[in-house]
C-alpha cells in the first residue's frame, strides 16, 4: 500500500519523515492554504520517495516553473483543471495526479476523460476547501469508479481509521494519501503516529 504524506514544509519534519520512507511526498503551491510553500526547502530527498507538487487552478506557467524549481516527480492538480489542461502539461513530460472531490452523487464517468493524460487519480472528501478539509466520506461509493488509472484514497484520514481502511477493496485502489489527520499543527506532521500506521495497514 503506497503512502503518500501531503502538505510538508517543515524541514527537520521533512528529515524526520524521510526517514520512515513514505512513497510520495507532496508540497502545497497555494496561497489560500495554511501549508503553502512559498520558498525553495533546503533538503535533499532520496529518488525512492516521490515529490509531489499540489496545484489549484494556476496557470500552465505557474506549475511548470514550480516544477523546475523544485524538482517534482509529479503535479498533483486539485481544482477544476481540464483534460485538456491535463494533457498539456502530460506532453511536457510531466507525470499528472488528478484530484477529485468526491459528493454522495458523483459522476465517475467525469474521470474518463482524464485517463490519457493522469498517472494516478486521487479520490477527496468534498469541503469548504480544496484539500486538507479534515473530513471524510462514504468510500463505498468507489465501487462506481470503473476506470483503469489507479487511485489513492483522501480525506479526513486518521490513525483511528486504520482497520478500515485495511478492509477497504477495489481493484485500482493503491494507496492513502494522508495529511491533517497526522498533523500536530499546519504543516508539521506526527512523524510517530505516521510511522504506526504505515506498518499497521501493511501488515
Known amino acids: 500500500m503506497k503512502i503518500k504524506v501531503c502538505g510538508m514544509r517543515d524541514t527537520e519534519n521533512i528529515k524526520e519523515l524521510i526517514a520512515i520512507q513514505p512513497d510520495f511526498i507532496g508540497f502545497i503551491f497555494h496561497e489560500k492554504s495554511p501549508r503553502n510553500v512559498s ?52 506532453k511536457k513530460g510531466f507525470k499528472i495526479i488528478k484530484a477529485f472531490r468526491i459528493k454522495t452523487d458523483f459522476n465517475f464517468d467525469i474521470t474518463k476523460a482524464y485517463e490519457n493524460s493522469c498517472d494516478y487519480f486521487i479520490f477527496d472528501a468534498f469541503g469548504k476547501y480544496a484539500g486538507g478539509n479534515g473530513i471524510t466520506f462514504n468510500w463505498n461509493i468507489l465501487q462506481n469508479y470503473h476506470g483503469n488509472t489507479p487511485f489513492l484514497l483522501s480525506g479526513g484520514i486518521n490513525k483511528t481509521l486504520t482497520e478500515s481502511i ?38
Open 166 to 203: 485495511k478492509k477497504f477493496k477495489h481493484p485500482k485502489y493503491i494507496g492513502i494519501d494522508i495529511n491533517s489527520g497526522f498533523e500536530i499543527a499546519p504543516a508539521k506532521k506526527n512523524i510517530t503516529e505516521i510511522t504506526e500506521f504505515k506498518q499497521k495497514i501493511n501488515s
Open 39 to 90: 520558498e525553495k526547502l533546503d533538503i535533499n530527498i532520496p529518488k525512492t520517495i516521490k515529490k509531489v507538487g499540489v496545484f489549484v487552478d494556476k496557470s500552465n506557467d505557474f506549475i511548470t516553473k514550480k516544477t523546475n524549481t523544485f524538482k517534482l516527480d509529479y503535479i498533483q492538480l486539485h481544482g477544476k483543471e481540464t483534460p485538456i489542461f491535463c494533457t498539456k502539461l502530460n
